[in-house]
């Protein structure tokens, strides 16, 4: 009986070394025992800083402005332009500005293009 309890707990000793063999970080060896303290053997593992990333400063700029044309702001016509009028004074027989002042009333004239050569 008593080597029997000694040969299961020599395989079960076995097989968790077995399992835990892939999930060691620093190489395939196995080691077994009781540490009080600090371990007399510690092998040097060089001490690697974190890489540093340069993360360049976000810049934004504003968006450009809209521009609409009149028929995007707008599904009416546009108006007509005004018509721009001369002013004629009978009584000096000249247009304003060339006469700031008319003993009569004014007469509004629609301009028209100067005559053809």
């Known amino acids: 009986m008593r080597y029997i309890k000694i040969a299961l707990i020599l395989q079960a000793i076995i ?3 077995l399992i835990s063999k892939p999930a060691l970080a620093h190489g395939p060896s ?3 025992g009781v540490v009080i303290g600090e371990p007399i053997y510690r ?3 060089p001490y690697y800083p974190a890489p540093y ?3 360049p400063p976000v810049v934004v700029a504003p968006p ?3 521009i609409y044309s009149y028929t995007e702001r707008s599904s009416e016509e ?3 332009p005004q018509q721009a009028y001369w ?3 009978p009584a000096s027989k ?3 500005p060339y006469v700031t002042q008319c003993s009569s009333d004014w007469q509004r004239v629609a301009p028209a293009p100067p005559p053809g050569p």
């Open 15 to 17: 097989v968790l070394g």
């Open 64 to 66: 450009a402005p809209q």
């Open 53 to 55: 990333y340069y993360y």
């Open 43 to 45: 092998p040097y593992y």
């Open 87 to 89: 002013y004629y004074c």
């Open 94 to 96: 000249a247009y304003y």
């Open 30 to 32: 196995v080691r077994f």
């Open 78 to 80: 546009p108006p007509p």
